[in-house]
């Protein structure tokens, strides 16, 4: 949809704009004996994954409102997230949903992520809905379902996923459970947990020996009562259970308004347990919004937590799987997935400009209204030409929202896909 030729055309009537913002900015940070150069490396390295669910326009319970062009197979949301990883650079790897997006063609799938140069980082289990032709119901659960042969066949689905990745050379599993309950004493606590936890160990002992099992939690929704995985601890505890490659999965949308999720993820970092992130934004719980639409300050609070854990070398916590997780009904979703990409950057780029040293001292003074100018400071920092510089280097565009609307990409892809082409998901 758009050639590398159109980039470069792009990025040389920009330049200007761009050198001067940049020269601007990294004299600011210089004065702070900030090393640019190093920060924009960082950014360059950082590699977000696209979910093959978020595609297409998403919905909710009333309704779904289709863009058009929507890709109808798993080759042509290949070719989309293709052509955002063309734009920016940063989204190369491929979170698959199974069943949704069961592949086809192995070879032939194989064949087109190497063209693209894409990878599928992770792949993602589905016992939270009924599929046609399954013998037994996951209304009352799945892996904690007090019925064997109900747990039985969320196992075997989970070793099917399993082995889809492996052929696609994924390097992680990921397991999401709706289970829980709607009404006091409907399930037993206890119970459900011993049922999922064992159900979990035997999905592991599945798994190849360099893959690692990210179990998310969330503390409501499907069910309101209860949740069987509904926070942190659970997950964790599960995970260690499990073995050492299971490791908790936090998602932004899966916590209770107000939560400190900056202090989750610290904790986890700290315990070696975190071991990826699912990003997008909320107002309320689970909106699934634009990373960094809502809440960029949270967003902010959070990679700084990630960032100065990163760089300490007590910290034996491997880098997470970064993966946005977002449904679209009101927007182009390649649109909202590029905005999202641009808003976790920079994010990470504001807490790579922390004053790290400077902060770790207000801390130890208990200086409260210092340490909160270091961090405010960060903050206010227009760090966009540092992921502009890095989308640059890497040969992505400076604007890739603006190279998006200009080509008309989403009219090219109706009048080759057709309006009413629906994708795969939610």
């Known amino acids: 949809m758009i050639e590398q030729r159109q980039i470069s055309d792009y990025n040389k009537s920009a330049a200007k704009e761009h050198s001067r913002s940049l020269n601007f900015l990294s004299d600011v940070l210089e004065k702070r004996d900030i090393d640019v150069k190093k920060i924009v490396e960082k950014i360059k390295s950082f590699k977000i994954a696209i979910p093959s669910w978020a595609l297409g326009t998403g919905g909710t319970r009333f309704g779904r409102f289709s863009i058009g062009g929507e890709p109808a197979n798993l080759e042509e949301k290949i070719e989309d997230i293709a052509l955002l990883n063309t734009l920016n650079q940063s989204s190369g790897l491929i979170s698959l949903h199974i069943p949704w997006d069961i592949p086809g063609n192995i070879p032939s799938v194989l064949s ?76 037993h606590f206890r119970g459900a947990y011993e049922r999922t936890s064992d159900s979990i160990n035997k999905i592991y002992k599945k798994l190849p020996s360099d893959w690692s099992m990210l179990i998310e939690y969330k503390p409501y929704e499907p069910n309101f009562y209860s949740m069987v995985i509904p926070d942190w601890g659970t997950s964790y505890m599960l995970s260690k259970s499990a073995g050492d490659r299971a490791k908790v999965l936090v998602d932004l949308g899966h916590h209770l308004p107000n939560t400190n999720i900056e202090q989750i993820v610290a904790r986890l970092m700290h315990f070696n347990m975190l071991g990826g992130f699912h990003f997008n934004g909320s107002m309320y719980g689970d909106d699934d919004l634009t990373t960094g639409a809502i809440k960029p300050y949270q967003l902010f609070l959070i990679f700084n937590e990630l960032a100065d854990a990163l760089q300490d070398k007590k910290i034996k916590n491997p880098v997470p799987a970064w993966m946005i997780d977002a449904s679209h009904n009101s927007k182009d979703p390649l649109e909202d997935l590029l905005q999202s990409v641009e808003a976790i950057l920079i994010a990470y780029a504001q807490a790579l400009v922390v004053e790290r040293s400077s902060l770790v001292q207000k801390q130890n003074d208990n200086d409260v209204a210092g340490a909160q100018e270091v961090m405010q400071n960060a903050f206010r920092t227009d760090v966009r030409p540092l992921v502009r510089e890095a989308f640059l280097q890497k040969g992505g565009c400076l604007s890739p929202i603006d190279i998006y609307r200009k080509e008309g990409v989403r009219a090219r892809l109706i009048k080759q896909r057709g309006k009413s082409s629906m994708a795969t998901g939610l």
């Open 112 to 187: 087109l992520l190497k063209k693209h140069n894409l990878q599928v980082d992770s792949v993602n289990s589905n016992t939270f809905q009924d599929q046609p032709g399954q013998k037994h119901s996951y209304k009352f659960g799945s892996l904690c379902h007090t019925q064997k042969e109900v747990r039985e066949q969320a196992i075997v689905h989970n070793e099917e996923v399993i082995e889809y990745g492996k052929k696609l050379k994924a390097k992680s599993l990921t397991v999401w459970l709706a289970d829980g309950s709607n009404f006091p004493g409907q399930q």
